[in-house]
């Protein structure tokens, strides 16, 4: 067998290492080099490939001891961060079910009877998921356009009344402390209750999707916190939109109801027992997220097409019937609630949060010589989008670096909105673009310095909701807007969106996206119209549309979904071609950055790519995987299982149960695969050998006892196994997975990858031509490979 070289053990590390790791732990990284970030490499001996029972007792009192009189160190002023790390805190989720005898026992109980109830509860808890999105939705947007409303009455009324005697300082000093007010509470449940729901929700739920457990990102309290802070930062005149943060509450319904049950209010509802699994849960967040998208933009087929673009690993055709179901109720439910809300209730007009209107194909059609325009307003939007992104990108690092407290972050949240505001009441102020009242539909006219019977139209921009100022740009007739005021808010707005994206705050980017796309796409149309002599294909709206999807294309980089969504919110099939002509292009001028990646990439999130890095055919599995692995005995002493489970510089998930004389020191092949949570449970209820011998177990064990536990199974530490006990024996065969998934050692990296990455696995176990296990890959050994500047490269590994 040949030595290996690698950088950090997959299994324990030696106790040097160790304590330097948990040095570098207890600063406060988000993404960081500690002393024991990464260790040094060092040549394994065959014989430490495998370790079966080898660890010293535990004293678990000792451990928790240790832990609660650790003193805290105090937070430093800047926290050193390198992106090229991959943090080991986050855990994987497993997409392959255990095929253990409890499972296959349970499968063949099922008749086809059961198996219909099954399928007939999967379509039940879809349509649950899709009605309370609908209403979460319903309730944001109603909560936002009174509260919103009431504050533009205010700044409006104050601003009139001190414009006719003078003093418009204490006017903006009341929009800035409204604003700020505002969004300090949005900010400050964010970061002191739960983080997790800062930002759209985007990133983190495609690392969900993708197989990665991110902690908290599908709770209760998560939604709770996500609901209230977008409607706050939407109403502080933040530079967002409340569509995107749509998403991430979809997804935290559909894995709350798929499971009958709420560990955040500790209340079982005792239905739907059989999808307390991560596969079945997987499948309804996706579900979840599509209807998020669905009652943002009312965009079913846009929703389905965005689960299956961004998220979902494993894919079937049931499944997008399944989804595509939850979607339809949910932009129906939302338009239903809406409609009689807006005191028409059968008129459904409004399939989604953000509605672009119609676009009529006889006034505002495209000729065959507007493409090569469309294709440059891509070009455009894909640098603008590669300018925010990088832009974006110094601006998170700073934020890792200096603002990681919590309480300078509500600081830094109230100053952008103190700044917003400031920048709106200085640009309305500076503006002397005024139009006619009569005939417009504009919800909060300001007259300011214009004349009686016109109003100030730059104030329009910033006196509306981010939605209606995007439809407002789309559908208001020529002339409704000065070149000079578009240009002045598309850089201003521009660079505030840019400052607001990664606050801690629950806000999304795509409102901003397209209302600073549409701006630029007008200013272009009216540019276009004037060289054009006024000719009448050269339409303002049409060319706001296209912005739109160029500025939103270039920065998110999604092509087939947004296409759909875009297609769906405008209502017209006639513009499919030139929107998918401008995101294509935007996509590929701009690729080098995409948004939620970089994002991804900045949490150091193991995040799996639909393919393996193109360079990577020369790396095989003896490489790639991490040694020496922790085995089990098929029948294993207890006092072992509690030594391994408790030892804190390993943490292993999985471990492979193997056959072993316990007279030689010569391993037996592989026999199956066992996880840490089954042997958490099997130790809660004490499934010992002896205690079976003497009928001291009360009742065989079932696979409602294992998921009963899902998804908090309790820590190690909490069990109590006394020194009897710890000599008793466990067998392992009815619980562990008899048939795990393996690949031979020489295995090339692509290959591993794709099995991987495919059946969305969480272990996968390397063997040699004898069938002994050699190593482990686990998704951290693949994801650290990746396509740099200078060919693969390899990330290091970090406590973070």
């Known amino acids: 067998m040949a030595n290996v070289a690698k950088k950090v053990s997959w299994s324990g590390r030696d106790r040097d290492d160790d304590e330097d790791g948990r040095a570098g732990e207890t600063t406060p990284l988000l993404n960081g080099t500690g002393p024991g970030a990464a260790g040094s490499g060092r040549q394994l001996t065959p014989s430490s490939f495998l370790r079966i029972g080898q660890l010293s007792n535990v004293d678990l009192n000792e451990d928790i001891h240790e832990l609660e009189t650790e003193v805290p160190r105090q937070r430093p002023n800047e926290i050193p961060h390198n992106e090229k790390l991959l943090s080991l805190k986050y855990e994987s ?33 879809c349509a649950m998921i899709g009605i309370l999105t609908g209403l979460v939705a319903c309730f944001i947007d109603i909560v936002v356009e009174n509260l919103a409303g009431l504050k533009y009455r205010v700044v409006k009324d104050n601003i009139d009344k001190f414009t006719a005697k003078g003093g418009l300082s204490f006017s903006l000093l009341l929009w800035a402390t409204l604003n700020a007010s505002v969004v300090m509470v949005g900010s400050l449940i964010v970061a002191f209750i739960e983080p997790v729901a800062a930002g759209s929700g985007i990133p983190q739920i495609k690392c969900y999707l993708n197989g990665v457990k991110i902690p908290h990102v599908v709770r209760l309290k998560t939604l709770v916190i996500k609901v209230c802070g977008v409607i706050l930062s939407v109403v502080g005149g933040l530079a967002v939109g409340k569509e995107g943060p749509m998403i991430h509450s979809g997804s935290v319904i559909a894995a709350g109801i798929s499971q009958g049950r709420s560990t955040s209010l500790k209340r079982d509802f005792k239905i739907f027992e059989y999808f307390r699994r991560d596969t079945e849960k997987r499948d309804f967040v996706s579900a979840g997220a599509a209807a998020g998208v669905s009652a943002a933009f009312g965009a079913p087929v846009g929703g389905v097409l965005f689960s299956l673009e961004e998220g979902a690993s494993f894919w079937n055709q049931f499944l997008t019937w399944r989804i595509f179901f939850a979607s339809m109720i949910s932009t129906f439910t939302l338009n239903s609630v809406l409609s009689v809300y807006h005191g028409n209730a059968w008129d459904l007009s409004s399939p989604g949060l953000i509605n672009f209107g119609r676009f009529d194909s006889e006034k505002m059609g495209y000729t065959i010589q507007e493409i090569p325009i469309f294709i440059f307003m891509g070009v455009v939007g894909g640098i603008l989008g590669a300018l925010f992104n990088a832009l974006n990108y ?18 830094e949240a109230m100053l952008v909105a103190a700044v917003t505001a400031t920048v709106g009441f200085v640009m309305i102020y500076c503006s002397r673009d005024c139009q006619p009242i009569q005939g417009s539909s504009v919800a909060y006219p300001l007259q300011l310095f214009c004349a009686d019977g016109e109003y100030n139209s730059m104030a329009t921009a910033f006196f509306n909701t981010p939605e209606k100022s995007v439809v407002n740009l789309f559908h208001d007739p020529p002339g409704s807007y000065n070149p000079m005021t578009l240009g002045m808010f598309t850089l201003m707005y521009f660079f505030l969106a840019c400052w607001t994206y990664g606050l801690t705050v629950s806000a999304g980017v795509f409102i ?44 998110v980089r999604m092509t087939l979904s947004l296409t759909v969504i875009m297609m769906e919110a405008t209502g017209n099939v006639t513009y499919g071609f030139p929107i998918m002509l401008v995101l294509m292009t935007a996509k590929i001028v701009g690729d080098y950055f995409g948004l ?34 922790t085995c089990l005995r098929r029948i294993e002493r207890v ?12 943490n292993h998930n999985g ?15 592989l026999r199956g695969l066992i996880l840490r949570s089954q042997l958490i449970v099997l130790l809660k209820h004490k499934v010992f050998v002896e205690r079976a011998n003497r009928s001291l177990v009360q009742r065989r064990l079932k696979l409602k006892d294992f998921r009963d536990a899902y998804p908090r199974f309790p820590p190690i530490q909490s069990i109590h196994v006394s020194q009897d006990e710890r000599e008793c024996m466990i067998d392992l065969s009815e619980f562990m997975n008899p048939s795990p998934y393996t690949v031979p050692q020489e295995a090339s990296l692509p290959r591993v990858f794709k099995l991987f990455r495919a059946l969305g696995l ?14 482990m890959v686990t998704r951290k050994d693949l994801a650290r490979y990746r396509l740099g500047k200078e060919g693969l490269e390899e990330l290091s590994l970090a406590q973070t």
């Open 655 to 669: 471990f492979p149960v193997v056959e072993s004389n316990p007279d030689t020191t010569q391993v037996a092949g």
């Open 512 to 555: 901003p996206s397209l209302l600073i796309g549409a701006a630029w796409g007008r200013l272009f149309g009216i540019s276009l119209s004037y060289l054009t002599k006024g000719s009448i294909w050269a339409d303002p709206g049409k060319y706001a549309l296209m912005g739109a999807a160029a500025q939103l294309g270039g920065i």
């Open 639 to 650: 006092g072992t299982v509690v030594d391994i489970l408790s030892d804190t510089s390993s």
């Open 762 to 775: 969480r272990h996968l176990v390397v063997v040699d031509n004898r069938n002994e296990v050699v190593g």
């Open 394 to 411: 110094w601006l998170t690092m700073f934020r890792i670096r200096y603002i990681h407290r919590p309480c300078l972050q509500v600081v």
């Open 596 to 629: 939620y990646d970089m994002h991804i990439q900045l949490q150091s999130v193991p995040f799996l790519h639909w393919e393996a890095p193109v360079t990577s055919h020369s790396l095989t599995a003896r490489e790639v995987m991490s040694t020496p692995v």
């Open 93 to 125: 989720l497993d997409y392959d079910n255990s095929e253990n005898q409890l499972f296959l026992e349970e499968e063949r109980r099922i008749n086809h009877a059961a198996f219909r109830t099954v399928e007939i509860k999967r379509w039940v808890i």
